[in-house]
């Protein structure tokens, strides 16, 4: 054996170790941008040789390759155990990192709607249960009194990963640089741009050529007509969920409008001289959250946390030398591609009313 491949062999080990070590050291190490160079180089075990196998590694946890061109980034993975390498190690993040930096930037492009959010980090495909029908109560007049019997069903929803991917460009002299600066900047933008489509769909995904399925494409929900919307209507909206005792955690009720209807709301009155229906982002006494991810003249509102975010937590880059557009070579820009792995299933629809053609 000579000595460049004892060389080769003692760096390996150190990588191997560093691994087994966890994350701690992992964090320390690990750089999205020299990442990103290999793969644009096509060197990436030369170039980023910690960061393939970091890819490797999460490649035997999910059970798949990364696509051609393409590696997996280490994200948060709650699920896994932290007590070896193999076991997950190395993906629990004790610092911020480069896969927490993702996911921080991605769950702040939600903004105020995530905190009303379920979320479930996920491995394989899900059914998740839900519960329909009511349960029946009632008090025992003598000790020889019936309970009516209730009659609840449990309704299965089929969940699988879903793909949503973003498109960036980058300088070439970013991906050579191992800065914090860098990779906090690539870890923003192709979070922001992930996050953006990732809101719309949740709201409006068709569920169809590889869309989630958003809530207002979500079968079983209610329907209002919003012609001349008055505050009466806004309220009747409320009793509906209200009069199914949909409303499950009360912490997590909103709005969610688009800008005409928020615009509209504000400068629609109550009743003469009472004030506006809408003041600032407050509407019937629950916060409302204005975004165009909803189409014009429309509004949902809803108990939030019976939508379900489900996030498998595999982050997958990869490189362009030329982009989409051959004028990167000459600028000296690489075409830079992320896709995320999510679904979104409405537990219980009752808990949701659309409203639609708001004049």
């Given at each position: 054996m000579d000595l460049l491949q004892r060389a080769q062999i003692h760096k390996m080990n150190e990588l191997s170790q560093a691994l087994l070590r966890g994350s701690e050291l992992g964090d320390k190490n690990y750089s999205l941008a020299r990442a990103l160079h290999g793969l644009q180089a096509d060197e990436l075990h030369r170039l980023a040789p910690y960061e393939q196998m970091c890819s490797d590694r999460i490649a035997e946890v999910v059970g798949r390759a990364p696509r051609p061109g393409h590696m997996f980034v280490p994200v948060d993975q709650r699920d896994l155990t932290?007590?070896?390498?193999?076991?997950?190690?190395?993906?629990?993040?004790?610092?911020?990192?480069?896969?927490?930096?993702?996911?921080?930037?991605?769950?702040?492009?939600?903004?105020?709607?995530?905190?009303?959010?379920?979320?479930?980090?996920?491995?394989?495909?899900?059914?998740?249960?839900?519960?329909?029908?009511?349960?029946?109560?009632?008090?025992?007049?003598?000790?020889?009194?019936?309970?009516?019997?209730?009659?609840?069903?449990?309704?299965?929803?089929?969940?699988?990963?879903?793909?949503?991917?973003?498109?960036?460009?980058?300088?070439?002299?970013?991906?050579?640089?191992?800065?914090?600066?860098?990779q906090d900047y690539l870890m923003r933008i192709l979070a922001q741009a992930v996050a953006a489509e990732l809101y719309a769909k949740l709201l409006s995904g068709s569920g169809a050529s590889g869309q989630i399925q958003g809530v207002l494409n979500t079968n079983g929900i209610g329907s209002v007509s919003g012609t001349s919307l008055a505050y009466s209507g806004i309220l009747d909206v409320v009793k509906t969920v209200e009069d199914l005792s949909a409303m499950v955690d009360p912490t997590k009720v909103g709005f969610v409008l688009a800008p005409d209807v928020a615009k509209l709301l504000r400068l629609r009155e109550k009743v003469a001289g009472s004030g506006t229906i809408m003041t600032a982002n407050d509407l019937a006494g629950y916060p409302a959250v204005v975004t165009k991810a909803i189409p014009d003249g429309s509004a949902i509102f809803a108990d939030w946390s019976q939508l379900l975010l489900l996030e498998w937590g595999v982050l997958e880059v990869g490189t362009d030398p030329y982009g989409v557009n051959s004028a990167l070579f000459q600028k000296g820009l690489v075409g830079i591609r992320a896709i995320w792995t999510t679904d979104a299933t409405v537990l219980q629809p009752k808990s949701f009313v659309k409203v639609t053609g708001i004049t």
């Open positions: 932290s007590a070896s390498g193999p076991g997950g190690g190395f993906l629990v993040q004790t610092h911020v990192g480069p896969g927490n930096l993702f996911l921080q930037y991605l769950h702040a492009g939600l903004g105020m709607f995530l905190p009303w959010l379920s979320r479930l980090s996920m491995q394989g495909n899900a059914s998740i249960p839900s519960v329909s029908g009511t349960v029946t109560t009632g008090w025992l007049s003598t000790e020889s009194t019936q309970l009516t019997e209730s009659q609840i069903q449990f309704v299965v929803a089929g969940s699988t990963p879903k793909t949503v991917g973003a498109y960036v460009e980058a300088s070439r002299l970013l991906l050579v640089s191992t800065s914090a600066f860098a």
